[in-house]
């Protein structure tokens, strides 16, 4: 690797090298191997980079890590405004921190457990209708999610028919949260919110729009 281009790799890699010189050293990775491993071997880094910006990682990051990360996006400006091209030692501090953020990063993309309560409407007259529910506590309130589905057995003469969920609170008031429309065989998932917080809520069910009869009903 000539000396010329010994220290653009990482320069090249995180956008710190000027047009002309970006222009100039992939004309020379066209014909140079040396350079063109040098730069595959840092791929990985403008990845973490990319995932740095994000508030939420920054501070994920800040909990678990030594927080490089504002001192490094320094020093990437100041060589772009310096047109300077010595920040190998920079990318590979990022390299080395990417290990851990891959760790933290990955976190809340694996953490899909779903949260809040899961609760089973039960039948209070025989139906083809059944359905669940999920109560998530929210800082304003709860967010309620209905997975609602109407018996794939039922036969093709039946019709769709509409159905509302209503949420009973502590004194006993009934409020309509919800409604929709379900045709035998067919799941539908509405949602819904309430200012109401996860303790004050004592019941949850679902009624015949037409006829307002209850037809699935959980209490708390």
């Given at each position: 690797m000539s000396?010329?281009?010994?220290?653009?790799?990482?320069?090249?890699?995180?956008?710190?090298?000027?047009?002309?010189?970006?222009?100039?050293?992939?004309?020379?990775?066209?014909?140079?191997?040396?350079?063109?491993?040098?730069?595959?071997?840092?791929?990985?880094?403008?990845?973490a980079l990319a995932a740095l910006p994000s508030d939420q990682a920054l501070v994920t990051v800040a909990t678990t890590t030594p927080n490089l990360l504002p001192g490094l996006a320094r020093k990437v400006q100041e060589d772009r405004r310096r047109r300077?091209?010595?920040?190998?030692?920079?990318?590979?501090?990022?390299?080395?921190?990417?290990?851990?953020?891959?760790?933290?990063?990955?976190?809340?993309?694996v953490q899909d457990k779903p949260q809040g309560d899961y609760v089973v409407l039960a039948q209070t007259v025989a139906s083809k209708l059944s359905a669940d529910a999920r109560l998530v506590p929210e800082r304003w309130g709860t967010t309620i999610e209905i997975s609602c589905r109407y018996d794939e057995l039922a036969t093709p003469s039946e019709r769709a028919r509409g159905y509302e969920l209503y949420l009973t609170d502590a004194s006993g008031k009934a409020q309509l949260l919800a409604t929709w429309t379900a045709a035998p065989g067919t799941t539908v998932k509405p949602a819904a919110t309430t200012k109401l917080q996860r303790a004050e809520i004592r019941a949850l069910d679902i009624r015949s729009s037409e006829t307002?009869?209850?037809?699935?009903?959980?209490?708390?």
């Open positions: 000396d010329k281009y010994r220290e653009w790799d990482a320069a090249y890699l995180v956008g710190a090298l000027p047009a002309t010189d970006r222009r100039e050293y992939e004309e020379h990775l066209a014909t140079c191997a040396e350079c063109s491993a040098a730069v595959a071997s840092l791929t990985a880094v403008p990845a300077r091209f010595r920040v190998g030692g920079m990318v590979a501090a990022v390299a080395a921190v990417s290990i851990g953020i891959g760790a933290v990063i990955a976190v809340p993309l307002g009869r209850i037809l699935l009903a959980v209490h708390f």
